[in-house]
Structure formats: C-alpha cells, structure tokens
C-alpha cells in the first residue's frame, strides 16, 4: 500500500471491490413476506356488492 495507508492501488481496490461482490452474491438480501392477518369487517352503513379480496396496510 505504500507510506499512506488511505492510498490503494487500482489493483488493491479492484480485489476489494471483487471480494466484496462475491461476499455479497453469497448472501440471501430477500425480505421474508410479512404473514397475513384476518380481520371482521362490519358493513352496517354501506352496501358491498362483493367482499374485497385483500386490503394492505402499513405500520
């Protein structure tokens, strides 16, 4: 690396980066689904032609 530790060669950062590559293809980055949740849904007020078939929420 020479006399200054924060100077790499071309060489030196292209291994890095190959090493990091690889490092990172090995891993599995996929989040797992979140499970499904039921829930009742009280309709008293409002006709419903058909029931929803799923309804998504966020924290």
């Known amino acids: ?3 200054n530790p924060r ?3 071309v ?3 292209a291994k890095y980066k190959a090493d990091h590559e690889a490092w990172m293809a090995a891993k599995d980055l996929r ?7 039921t829930d009742s849904m009280g ?10 078939g799923s309804v998504w929420r966020a924290e």
Request: aromatic share 4%; proline share 19%.
């Open 31 to 37: 989040v797992p689904p979140a499970p499904f949740e």
């Open 1 to 3: 690396m020479g006399r």
């Open 11 to 13: 060489e030196v950062l």
């Open 7 to 9: 100077i790499c060669s």
């Open 43 to 52: 309709v008293s007020l409002l006709p419903v032609s058909e029931p929803l």
